[in-house]
């Protein structure tokens, strides 16, 4: 059984940090292409960040371009997105899935940044 699970999200203020974790289980994880989309509220859902099997290639949407970092760990079967530089526009239900084709999706976690 495929399943991916989110950890890490919460309540930060505005130019905080938090580190999002995604633990994979179900398929072959280290030939997988990983991404981090996101759902804000009254918006539709966004590609935040992509990276490659090996960790290699990244890629970043422009409103988080600098402020974001994806990264994994193919022997936890784990992809993380660093989020630094934190603004309230950033609110939104954090998801994992496989990239380019989203055949599996991690259930999210929500990032709520506010004063």
């Known amino acids: 059984q495929v399943q991916l699970v989110e950890s890490g999200g919460g309540l930060v203020q505005p130019g905080g940090s938090l580190r999002l974790s995604c633990t994979a289980s179900?398929?072959?994880?280290?030939?997988?292409?990983m991404s981090w989309y996101r759902r804000a509220p009254g918006k539709q859902r966004e590609l935040v960040a992509s990276?490659?099997?090996?960790?290699?290639?990244?890629n970043y949407a422009d409103s988080v371009k600098g402020r974001f970092a994806i990264s994994r760990d193919n022997a936890k079967m784990t992809v993380y997105l660093q989020m630094n530089s934190l603004k309230p526009e950033d609110t939104a239900v954090y998801y994992c899935?496989?990239?380019?084709?989203?055949?599996?999706w991690g259930q999210g976690t929500q990032v709520t940044v506010s004063s």
């Open positions: 899935a496989t990239y380019p084709a989203n055949d599996y």
């Open positions: 179900g398929f072959t994880f280290s030939t997988t292409y």
């Open positions: 990276i490659s099997a090996r960790g290699s290639g990244t």
